[in-house]
């Protein structure tokens, strides 16, 4: 607030408001974990109107929402690479044996073993790719 950065001030201001909203629905203090998600799915909101606005023509609202999406993204957890996501999946699928049926038993598992460091979409392209292999 002191530096006068309007952008980073909002964002954080939208966001302690998507907290405290979790917080007063869940009746109790939220978790540092469910407060991950609560930032992640605000960064999720930012990707999803990033592709509205480019499909629009609207470059400003796509550099603001970019600009926004930044500033939250630094509170996520170290993102992991698309290498280590494969990695665990075909762990996952050794380990559990899962064949070509069992796509939301291996989501289910990597997502719980990633906590939050990678997005459900790549963890689903992926998942989709080794049990095509």
């Known amino acids: 607030m002191r530096a006068k950065d309007e952008l980073v001030v909002g964002a954080l ?15 109790s203090e939220l978790t540092e974990e469910e407060a ?6 605000k960064v999720k909101q ?5 592709e509205s606005f480019k499909s629009g023509n609207r470059q400003d609202l796509v550099d603001h929402e970019e600009k926004q999406m ?3 993204a630094k509170y996520l957890p170290q ?6 996501v494969r990695e665990m999946v075909k762990a996952v699928i050794s380990e559990t044996g899962a064949g070509q ?14 906590k939050g460091q990678t ?7 992926i998942v989709k790719e080794e049990l095509a292999s």
Do not use: Y
Request: proline share 0%; no cysteine; charged share 35%.
């Open 119 to 125: 997005d459900g979409s790549v963890v689903s392209k």
């Open 46 to 50: 930012h990707k999803d109107s990033i």
């Open 36 to 41: 991950m998600k609560v930032i992640a799915k």
């Open 79 to 84: 993102q992991m690479g698309e290498d280590q």
């Open 101 to 114: 049926n069992d796509f939301g038993k291996v989501m289910k598992e990597v997502l719980a073993r990633a």
């Open 13 to 27: 201001r939208i966001l302690k408001s998507e907290i405290q909203n979790a917080e007063i629905e869940k009746r």
């Open 70 to 72: 930044a500033v939250l």
